[in-house]
Structure formats: C-alpha cells, structure tokens
C-alpha cells in the first residue's frame, strides 16, 4: 500500500510544483522516497514468487526520477505528480517485456507488456506474431487474461493504417501487426492503492500478464 503521508506529498506538489516549494519541503520528500521504495520491495515479495524471472530485481531496478524530462515539452513543471513503478525481466534490456504499476489522483492503472520497442525489436515482434499466431489468441482468449485486461490496447497513436511492410494484409492477425506498441491495461480506482492487501491483490491481477510478456520477450530475444 502507499502511506497516506506519501499521497499526501504527491497531492500538495500538484498545487505546487516549483523547485522553491520541493526545496522548502525536502525532507518530506525524503520521506516520500523511503514510502515509494518500501511500497516496491512490498510489490517485489508478492511478483518473484509467481514470475521466477523477476528474481534479480531490487527496488532500484523499478523506480522513476521525480524530476521531469522538460527539454521538448510546454509543460515545464519541473515534478512528475504520479508514482511509477515497472518491473522488468531483464533490466539491462530498454525495451524488456514488464509489469507497470501507475498511481495519479483520477487516472490510476496497470499494465504490461512493450511499448514502443526500437524498430528492429518491433520488427520482431511483428515476426513472432506472423508466425506464432495461434500461441497470441491462445493466451490472449484466457480467461484470467480477458477478465483482468480484455485484449492489446489499440488507439490511433499506436496503430498503423495499414498493414506494416512485408507482411500480408490479409494476415488474420494483421490487427496486431499494425500496432507499434504491444501492451495492455486495466484501470484502477485510487482507493486500492491505500489498501493493506494492495500489493498481493495487484500481483495477482498483474500475473495475468506473464504469458504476453513471455510471448514478447521470447520475440525479442530471437536471433536474426
């Protein structure tokens, strides 16, 4: 679960998200770096038991920087005002196959999977699904799969309007290979984040996911 004290912070940095407030209020971030990061190790002990290949993670291969990357956006506050976490199989991989966990007042969710892999990862990715078709709907018609997340994600952001080069249009999965991410997600209210059971509840839905990223890292790990 995350403290209160931690949702608090995040709550009062989005009334102020200005360097002088976070310097006035540095030990209260302090505090809020030691909730996150015990809020991540209470994630990892539910995770490793039922995906062995979390196994080597620590708390610092999952955590995000506060501080916001500026240099191209108008947005210009200098504080991210979410808490993130993303466990990974392979931390040195940019593009691995995870499990995210994502708390921001009002649009809270989880998910896995990649998203938007380099173009020679995406390529085989696109392969795997070409080829292995029948191994996608297999773990994408599971029962616990379909309750918990439904099917990829699909929006005009991370879809092409047509079939990718070198594939066939008539494909039966060309629906998947137009996609440039491979991810899915489920909405969350905010309320479970302050749950005690939080942490198993959240593991056990997330767990729904392990297939997909098997299926993606198996892709990615493939030889060319």
Partial sequence: MITKEALLFLEDLIANNNTDWMHANKKRYENYKKDYHHYISSLLSELKPLDQSLEPLEVKNCTFRINRDIRFSKDKSPYKT????WFTQNKFRKNSAGYY?????????????VWCPEPDELKKIRKEIAFFYDDLEALLSDKKFKKEFGTLTRDENNTLKKAPKDFDPNHPAIDFLKLKSFTASEKIED????DPNFSKTVAQKLIALKPLNDFLNRALETEE
């Fill in 82 to 85: 979410n808490m993130g976490v």
């Fill in 101 to 113: 966990i994502h708390f921001e007042k009002g649009n809270s969710f989880i998910a896995g999977g």
């Fill in 191 to 194: 309320r479970l984040f302050s």
